[in-house]
C-alpha cells in the first residue's frame, strides 16, 4: 500500500493564469509531481527489499533517492497551496497576517529586502533548484536557502513556509528561458494566508528540534 499520495490541487488547471498557464500546472502536478510520489514509494519499497537481504551496499544509494523523491513531494504540496489566484502585494497587519509581516522585517530589514533575496536566490539556481523562505527554529528567524534539486543546502529543522520552483519544468513552455520573468511573475500569486498559517505552525512546534530544559 503506497505511503505518499498525490494531494489534489487546490483550485483547477485555469487558476493561476495568467501568471502560470493550465497547461503547464496540468502537467506539473500530474506528470511531475506524481513521479516524485511515485518514486518515493518505490524507494520505500526497493529499501524494505535490500534490508530483508542484507544488502547494506544499497542501502545509501537508496536512502539518498528517498531524500530526493520525498523531498520533491514535499515542496511541490507547499507549492500548490502557497499559490492562488487572488494573491500577490505583500502580507500586511490588516490581512491578519501580521505576525509574519513582523518577522519579515525582523528578519530581513524591510519586505522590499526579503522580496529582492527571495528572488534572487530562486532566479540564480545553477540547473534545478528552488528559492525558499524558511523557519529556522533555534534563531526562531526566517532564513532564505537556496536549495539545490529538491534537498541540498538546507539547515536541518529548518521548516519550509514560501516555495518558488525553480526547476523548468516550472516555467519553460510559458516563459522559454527567462527564468527570472518567471520568479517576478510569481510574486503576483503568493498566498500570503497560506504563508502565514505555515509561519504560525513552525513556530509552535519550534521547541521540538532542541527543546528547552
Known amino acids: ?33 506524481a513521479a516524485y510520489v511515485k518514486g518515493a514509494n518505490d524507494t520505500l519499497e526497493q529499501l524494505a527489499e535490500a534490508r530483508d537481504k542484507e544488502s547494506w551496499g544499497a542501502v545509501n544509494g537508496l536512502e539518498k533517492n528517498l531524500a530526493f523523491h520525498l523531498s520533491g513531494h514535499i515542496l511541490h504540496s507547499i507549492y500548490w497551496t502557497n ?11 490588516v490581512d491578519g497576517v ?13 519586505f522590499a529586502g526579503f522580496k529582492a533575496q527571495l528572488t534572487k536566490a530562486a532566479a540564480t539556481t545553477q540547473g534545478s533548484g528552488w528559492g525558499v523562505l524558511a523557519y529556522e527554529p533555534l534563531s526562531g528567524r526566517l532564513v532564505v536557502e537556496q536549495i539545490y534539486d529538491h534537498q541540498g543546502n538546507v539547515g536541518q529543522g529548518s521548516v519550509p513556509i514560501l516555495v518558488f520552483d525553480a526547476w523548468e519544468h516550472a516555467f519553460y513552455l510559458q516563459y522559454r528561458n527567462q527564468k527570472v520573468d518567471f520568479i517576478d511573475a510569481m510574486w503576483q500569486v503568493v498566498d500570503w494566508q497560506d504563508v502565514a498559517r505555515r509561519h504560525e505552525a513552525a513556530r509552535s512546534r519550534a521547541n521540538v528540534l532542541l527543546p528547552t530544559p
Open 1 to 33: 500500500m503506497p505511503v505518499y499520495t498525490l494531494p489534489e490541487l487546490p483550485y483547477d488547471y485555469a487558476a493561476l493564469a495568467p501568471v502560470i498557464s493550465p497547461e503547464i500546472i496540468e502537467l506539473h502536478h500530474d506528470k511531475h509531481h
Open 98 to 110: 501580521g505576525e509574519l509581516a513582523d518577522a519579515i522585517t525582523e528578519s530581513f530589514g524591510s
Open 83 to 93: 499559490m492562488t489566484g487572488n494573491g500577490g502585494g505583500e502580507p500586511l497587519a
